[in-house]
């Protein structure tokens, strides 16, 4: 079992920066791959960013390349996701989920097993 709580989220302008954080506990933290999603009402979950193991690897969706960086610290047992350039489209609810069976992520969110609570962005124009 893995616990996740996702925290940093807020209410920011147009062109401001937030860094949302994932802290796990439990098992492992290492052995997860790790995803940050996103959803707005009524519409589906959809990945942000997702990172290897050990990091060495991460994926992003093409509306946040060269804006967003998602990075972990195993030895904090934590994922960051640093948003820059924040656009009023990036509002929306982030989650981050923990996949386990290897060491990649995955763009469907059926796929992890562990959700945090999720954390409201808000970016106003």
């Known amino acids: 079992q893995v616990q996740l709580v996702a925290s940093g989220g807020g209410l920011v302008q147009a062109g401001g920066s937030l860094r949302l954080s994932c802290a796990a506990s439990g098992r492992t933290f290492s052995g997860y791959a790790m995803g940050w999603f996103r959803q707005d009402p009524g519409k589906e979950r959809e990945i942000v960013a997702g990172?290897?193991?050990?990091?060495?690897?991460?994926y992003y969706t093409d509306s946040v390349k060269g804006r967003f960086t998602i990075s972990r610290d195993n030895t904090k047992n934590t994922v960051y996701l640093q948003m820059n350039s924040l656009k009023p489209e990036d509002t929306a609810v982030y989650y981050c989920?923990?996949?386990?069976?290897?060491?990649?992520?995955?763009?469907?969110?059926?796929?992890?097993?562990?959700w945090g609570q999720g954390t409201q962005v808000t970016v106003s124009s």
């Open positions: 989920a923990a996949k386990s069976g290897g060491s990649y992520y995955a763009n469907n969110p059926r796929l992890y097993n562990y």
């Open positions: 990172i290897s193991t050990s990091g060495s690897t991460t």
